[in-house]
């Protein structure tokens, strides 16, 4: 039988016709109405919910609440349907195994369908797929903005994004080297290509640009430094375009000889969600492909725009393989509500805020981990490394121990640091100071995409 190869079964023309970068990117959405806007996404929609229905994992969700075909007409009956998370995903998965039931792979003459996994941050790596449509409508959502604010022919990006079985390094790779005629250097972890090693290539090579987790990115910075290389002088990095959530960008930049960070958000299921522009006044959501969102943590009722709540994200364009309807990423962000400068006419969001999933509630606060780190940012005297561990007490009471890490460890320093943080998080931690480096092991930073920041420990 007969089958199509990956570029009989996409029409790279049409997908920029329909999702455009650079120039053509701007000319069709500054200025577009929101109704012009609405009505290509309830196109897409009715599209995407016809493929949903072919899907048993969605006929089997979708079906236990009494929803019929006919039910959902467009997507103001969106909120009809219930969501779903990575553990209705893994769930699928342990009852048809090893592929679940939610992607739709057909038969033999299907088209070619890529897979990867998720980083396992969250618990045990998750299966991902994506057909030709859905990848590179996928990569052109990551250049759409990393041309948007600048990389181009001239630049040579260096990206820290994680290989092997995760699909983080590897479609980055593919949205630079397909549509934005950079250079790229597909460095990879720690692991993959040792620190001192990647410092040494991004000196020879020249590289203009970093991609990847800041966290990871800014140790960079310091390697750098110990082999006697400046940042920003011996390698002339311009931008740096991460996962900045809560933390201040300054010190990113700082340690990088004053390059501009950007920040960025995406999940492995759907891809680019949204991102900065030249203005970096919040993220914006690529609405002509994504559908975002905001519901409340405990009812899943959408809030007010403004306030916060879990993001759930229905991807237009994904309805070739493993479509994406009302997935809950338990990523916590809430709509801006303010105007923006550019002129562009999707919706913009404040960025990652925390997860709901490892949100800690300690003595009736609600508290999330990455948090931290934003007041954490920019003491000369800490390197900006922390972990966060929790425990329970005999009696039944729950416990964060912060480690910090100090450039220079002495008790005095604890008191101070405590004071801070029960300032700004309206509740008392213990404090913990720890050497440069020290937090490593427990953070997996050199490892991991993304370092731990909260080991709870109330189960041991």
Not at 259 to 270: F, H, I, K, P
């Amino acid at each position: 039988m007969g089958y199509p190869t990956y570029f009989e079964a996409v029409d790279a023309r049409a997908l920029l016709a329909d999702y455009p970068v650079g120039e053509a990117f701007l000319a069709r959405y500054i200025g577009m109405s929101r109704d012009e806007l609405r009505a290509r996404q309830e196109r897409d929609f009715l599209a995407l919910m016809k493929r949903g229905w072919e899907i048993p994992f969605y006929r089997r969700l979708w079906s236990a609440k009494g929803i019929e075909p006919g039910d959902i007409r467009g997507l103001a009956d969106l909120p009809k349907l219930p969501s779903y998370d990575k553990a209705d995903l893994m769930a699928a998965i342990a009852e048809h195994p090893p592929l679940g039931d939610f992607h739709g792979l057909g038969g033999e003459g299907r088209p070619p369908v890529i897979l990867h996994t998720t980083s396992g941050t969250t618990g045990k790596p998750q299966v991902l797929m994506f057909g030709p449509k859905g990848r590179e409508v996928g990569n052109l959502l990551v250049a759409r903005m990393a041309r948007w604010i600048g990389v181009g022919a001239g630049d040579v990006v260096h990206s820290v994004y994680g290989h092997g079985m995760i699909n983080g390094g590897h479609y980055i790779r593919e949205a630079y080297t397909h549509f934005t005629n950079a250079l790229f250097l597909s460095a990879g972890t720690g692991v993959e290509t040792r620190s001192a090693t990647q410092v040494q290539l991004m000196r020879e090579f020249g590289v203009t640009v970093i991609v990847g987790f800041v966290d990871y990115i800014r140790k960079l910075a310091g390697v750098a430094r110990e082999a006697g290389l400046e940042p920003g002088r011996d390698i002339p990095v311009r931008l740096i375009i991460g996962h900045l959530g809560t933390e201040d960008r300054a010190a990113t930049e700082a340690a990088w000889g004053g390059a501009r960070a950007y920040d960025w958000y995406g999940v492995g299921d759907t891809g680019a969600i949204a991102g900065e522009g030249p203005d970096r006044d919040g993220l914006y959501v690529w609405e002509d492909a994504q559908y975002l969102e905001i519901c409340d943590i405990d009812t899943g009722a959408s809030v007010p725009k403004g306030e916060q709540g879990d993001m759930v994200v229905t991807s237009l364009y994904k309805d070739d393989i493993a479509p994406v309807i009302r997935f809950n990423t338990h990523d916590v962000s809430a709509f801006r509500t303010d105007r923006n400068a550019t002129g562009l006419v999707f919706d913009r969001i404040a960025g990652f805020l925390g997860r709901s999933d490892n949100m800690v509630k300690l003595r009736g606060i609600n508290l999330f981990p990455h948090a931290i780190g934003a007041i954490l940012e920019n003491r000369p005297e800490l390197t900006g490394e922390y972990v966060c561990r929790l425990t329970r007490d005999a009696a039944g009471t729950d416990r964060m121990t912060v480690v910090i890490e100090h450039r220079e460890p002495a008790g005095d320093a604890i008191a101070p640091l405590a004071r801070l943080l029960r300032e700004r998080l309206g509740v008392e931690v213990e404090v913990v100071l720890a050497a440069p480096g020290e937090t490593a092991a427990l953070t997996q930073i050199d490892v991991r995409q993304k370092p731990l920041r909260l080991i709870d420990e109330r189960g041991r």
